[in-house]
C-alpha cells in the first residue's frame, strides 16, 4: 500500500494536480487503516472498556521490569513484607508484541496460573513483584471487577487477600484452589458459530466471559490437569480460579496448622506404639492401613468441614514407622523366643529321656527343628526304645528322622523293626489303633511303660489292672495302675476324660498322709494311661467282708478311724474320694490302713462305658451321687457307712436283684439294723453306722472329723469296758 502511493504521487498527472493528489493520499489512507486490523482491535478494546488481557510469562529470566505505558494501570502496591511471598525465581515477563492492544485493554493480569509450590497444580500464584509493584493475576483482575472493587478497595498482605467483601486467605502467598471447581465443565461456545450467527448467545449476558484456545495448557514445560487427571485448556482454569475467588469455599492453611498436623502426627504415632506390640504381625499388618485412613478421614474431616488443609503425610509416615520398628521389634524378640523355646524343648526332651519317658522326649525333640542336631538326640533315643523294647516308639523316630534324608543307619534299623516279629501287637503306623482289649499278656509283652518295667499283676479294678513294677530310674518298686480309656469310652469323650484324670491325679498326689497312698507319677504310652503309686504289701478289705471272714469289732472299729482320718485330711484338702469301697482300702501287714484312687472316680464320675454302664460301685454310692446332685464330703461318709456296715455284719446295706431295685433301695428304702444282723454290736457303734447311712446329707456326720470322734470315743469307751473286765 506504501508503495502503491509512492508510485501514484511520483505520476506527473497527479503530482501537478493538487486535488487529485490530496483525494488519492486521503483514499490511500483509509484503505490502510481498513487494512490495520490491529488498531481496530485495539479501538473496539478501549470502546468496550470490560476486556482484560493475559500478560503471557517466561521462564528464564531475572528480576521483573516490565517498562511501557501500560505499567502503571497494572501494577498493585504493598508493603515490602508481603511483596517478598509473591518473589519467584527464574521467570520473566514476556515483552509484548502488540503494545497498544495492552494499552487500550481495561486491565492487564499475568498468566502464571498455578505454582509448583505446596500443592503442584493446586495453588494460585495471585500476585508477581516487579520493581514497580505488584502484578496481579488475570483470575484476581476478573474477580475484583466482578466483585465491583477498585484497586483502592484491594488490601494485599502475607496471610490473606480482601477483594471488596471477599477475603480470601492465602498460603504463603498462594491461594490454594478448591479440587471442586477445577474439575467443572463449564459452558463453552465455539467462536466461528457465534461470528456466523453475528451475535453472542443471551446466555453470556452478566458473566465472565473467557476466550481462549481448547488446546490442553502447558505451563512451565508440565501440562496443567484437573485432581483426576484431566487435562485442562487455560481458559478452563482461568474460570476455574476465578470463580473459586468469587464464590468460594477457600482452602487455607491457618498458623496453627503445623502445630494440628504435629498433634495428629503424635497421637497416630502413639496409638500405633500402642496397638501394634499387642497385636501378632498380620494383625499389625491390618491396623496399619486402619490407622491410615484414620489419618486421610482426619485430612478430609478439617477440609471439608473447615476449610482447612492439614498435611496428613506426616501421620502417615508416623504410622508406617511405626509399624516398621514395632515389627522389627517383634521379629528380633520372636527370634530370641524361638531360640529359647527350642533349647528349653531340647533339654526337656533329655530331661525326659532321662527318666525314661520316652514318648514326651520324642515329643519335645520334634518341636525342635529338624537339623543334624535334632537327628542325632532322636538317633539316640531311638536306639534306647529298641533296647527297652519301645520298638514303635522307635519305629516312629526313625521314620521321622529319614524325613531329611539318610542319616547314619536308621533306615537300615527302620527295615529291621519293620520286619520284627516277635514283638506283638507292633504297629509301624504309630497310630492310636486299637490292638484288642486291654490284657494281662498285652501290657506284659509291652515289658517297659515308660521308666517303669512292668514285673507281675497285683490285681483287677473296674478300669483296666495293677501291675508291680520297677522304676528304673528311683530302682524302687510301685505299683502301676494301667488304663486304656479306649477300651471304655467313646471317641468323643476320651480326651475330655484323659486331661480330668490327670488333672485330679495331680490334685491327688498332693496329698500327704499316712492313710492314703502316695501318688508317684502318671503319664502316657501310646495309648495306655498308667499311675504310679507307692508299693504295698497287704489286701484289700474284700476277703474281711465275707460273714466267715469277719474281723474282730475293734479292728474294724481302728479301720474306719483310719479310714475317716484320711477322709477328713483330703476333704479339708477340697478332695472328694467319691469312690470308698473295700477294693479301694488296702490293710498291711503292720495294721494300717492305705486308701487308694483318690481322684480317679472324679476324673470318670460323669461319664458312661460304651456299654452304658456307670463307671463306680452302685452298692456303695451315695442318694445324692445316684441322683446326679451336687457332692460334698457328706457323700464320702455314706460311703463310709456301707463299708463300716459290711465290715461289721458281712453283708451290703442295700441289695437288689438289678440296678434299678438296688438304686431305688440306696434312694427311699431303710437299711437293716445291725443289731438285728449281730446283736452283739453296741448301740453305740450301731448309732454311728445310722447316723452315716443317712438318706437326707443334713442328718449324716458334718464331716469326716465328726465321725472319726465318735468313733474314737467309742474305741476309748470300749477299751476301758475291756480293762474293767479283765481287772474284774
Request: hydrophobic content about 40%; charged content about 20%; glycine content about 6%.
Amino acid at each position: 500500500l506504501e508503495q502503491l502511493r509512492k508510485k501514484l504521487l511520483a505520476d506527473p498527472g497527479i503530482r501537478n494536480k493538487g486535488s487529485t493528489k490530496s483525494r488519492v493520499t486521503r483514499y490511500c489512507r483509509e484503505l490502510e487503516n481498513l487494512l490495520d486490523w490491529d488498531s481496530i482491535l485495539a479501538k473496539r478494546v478501549q470502546d468496550s472498556g470490560n476486556v482484560w488481557i493475559a500478560l503471557p510469562v517466561a521462564g528464564e529470566g531475572k528480576a521483573l521490569n516490565p517498562a511501557g505505558e501500560w505499567v502503571p494501570k497494572a501494577l498493585f502496591k504493598a508493603d515490602k513484607n508481603a511483596s517478598r511471598y509473591f518473589q519467584i525465581e527464574g521467570i520473566r515477563i514476556a515483552s509484548p508484541s502488540f503494545v497498544e492492544l495492552y494499552s487500550a485493554s481495561a486491565g492487564i493480569g499475568q498468566n502464571l496460573l498455578v505454582s509448583d509450590d505446596g500443592l503442584p497444580g493446586r495453588m494460585h500464584q495471585p500476585f508477581l513483584t516487579t520493581n514497580f509493584g505488584l502484578l496481579p493475576s488475570l483470575p484476581v483482575l476478573l474477580a475484583m471487577n466482578y466483585l465491583g472493587a477498585t484497586p483502592s478497595q484491594v488490601e494485599i498482605s502475607a496471610r490473606q487477600l480482601k477483594i471488596g467483601p471477599r477475603v480470601v486467605p492465602l498460603c504463603h502467598g498462594l491461594i490454594i484452589l478448591c479440587p471442586t471447581h477445577l474439575g467443572r465443565d463449564f459452558t463453552s461456545y465455539s467462536i466461528s458459530e457465534i461470528l456466523k450467527n453475528n451475535r453472542a448467545p443471551l446466555e453470556l449476558h452478566n458473566k465472565i466471559v473467557i476466550v481462549g484456545i481448547k488446546a490442553p495448557l502447558v505451563q512451565m514445560g508440565k501440562p496443567v490437569t484437573a485432581p483426576f487427571g484431566k487435562p485442562l485448556s487455560a481458559a478452563q482454569l482461568v474460570a476455574g480460579i476465578a470463580e473459586n475467588i468469587i464464590h468460594g469455599p477457600y482452602i487455607t492453611r491457618p498458623n496453627g496448622a503445623q502445630f494440628l498436623e504435629f498433634v495428629l502426627m503424635v497421637l497416630v504415632g502413639f496409638l500405633g506404639a500402642f496397638l501394634f506390640p499387642r497385636a501378632r504381625y498380620l494383625s499389625s499388618a491390618l491396623l496399619l492401613p486402619l490407622l491410615v485412613l484414620l489419618s486421610l478421614f482426619t485430612g478430609w474431616v478439617f477440609l471439608s468441614f473447615f476449610g482447612i488443609w492439614l498435611k496428613v503425610s506426616y501421620a502417615v509416615t508416623a504410622a508406617v514407622a511405626m509399624f516398621v520398628l514395632c515389627s522389627s521389634i517383634q521379629i528380633m524378640q520372636l527370634d530370641r523366643v524361638t531360640k529359647e523355646a527350642i533349647e528349653a524343648n531340647r533339654l526337656l526332651g533329655l530331661n525326659f529321656q532321662k527318666q525314661g519317658v520316652m514318648d514326651l522326649a520324642f515329643e519335645r525333640f520334634k518341636m525342635c527343628p529338624l537339623n543334624n542336631v535334632t537327628r542325632d538326640l532322636i538317633y539316640e533315643m531311638a536306639q534306647e526304645c529298641e533296647n527297652r523294647g519301645l520298638n514303635t516308639l522307635a519305629w516312629q523316630a526313625y521314620s521321622y528322622i529319614l524325613k531329611r534324608g539318610e542319616f547314619r543307619d536308621a533306615a537300615k534299623r527302620l527295615a529291621e523293626l519293620e520286619t520284627l516279629e516277635k514283638f506283638p501287637g507292633f504297629d509301624p503306623q504309630g497310630a492310636r489303633k486299637r490292638e484288642g482289649p486291654l490284657s494281662e499278656s498285652f501290657i506284659q509283652q509291652r515289658k517297659m511303660l515308660g521308666k517303669y518295667q512292668v514285673i507281675e499283676r497285683l490285681g483287677k479294678g473296674t478300669m483296666g489292672y495293677v501291675y508291680k513294677a520297677v522304676d528304673t530310674t528311683m530302682n524302687r518298686p510301685v505299683a502301676l495302675k494301667i488304663i486304656r480309656f479306649s477300651d471304655e469310652f467313646d471317641e468323643d469323650l476320651i480326651s475330655e476324660i484323659r486331661e480330668r484324670f490327670f488333672r485330679e491325679a495331680e490334685i491327688a498326689g498332693q496329698l500327704n498322709h499316712p492313710s492314703i497312698v502316695t501318688v508317684y507319677d502318671v503319664g502316657e504310652n501310646r495309648d495306655l494311661t498308667f499311675m504310679a503309686m507307692e508299693y504295698l504289701e497287704g489286701h484289700d478289705l474284700e476277703r474281711y467282708c465275707n460273714p466267715d471272714n469277719l474281723l474282730p469289732l475293734m479292728k474294724v472299729l481302728e479301720i474306719v478311724y483310719q479310714i475317716a482320718d484320711a477322709l477328713d485330711y483330703a476333704h479339708q484338702k477340697g478332695v472328694i474320694h467319691r469312690d470308698i469301697k473295700p477294693a479301694n482300702i488296702m490293710l498291711l501287714k503292720n495294721g494300717t490302713v492305705k486308701v487308694m484312687d483318690f481322684g480317679i472316680a472324679k476324673a470318670v464320675s460323669t461319664s458312661r462305658t460304651k456299654t452304658g454302664v456307670i463307671l463306680g460301685t452302685p452298692n456303695y454310692m451315695s442318694p445324692e451321687q445316684i441322683m446326679g446332685h451336687t457332692m460334698d464330703a457328706r457323700s464320702d461318709i455314706f460311703s463310709l457307712g456301707v463299708l463300716f456296715f459290711q465290715l461289721l455284719t458281712g453283708q451290703l446295706p442295700f441289695h437288689a436283684d438289678n440296678l434299678s431295685s438296688l438304686l431305688y433301695q440306696i434312694t427311699q428304702a431303710r437299711h437293716p439294723s445291725v443289731r438285728e444282723l449281730r446283736p452283739r454290736i453296741p448301740k453305740a457303734c450301731e448309732q454311728i453306722v445310722d447316723k452315716a447311712l443317712a438318706k437326707s446329707r443334713e442328718n449324716r456326720f458334718k464331716s469326716a472329723r465328726d465321725m472319726k470322734r465318735y468313733i474314737h470315743l467309742l474305741i476309748l469307751r470300749l477299751k476301758e469296758i475291756r480293762s474293767k473286765t479283765r481287772s474284774n
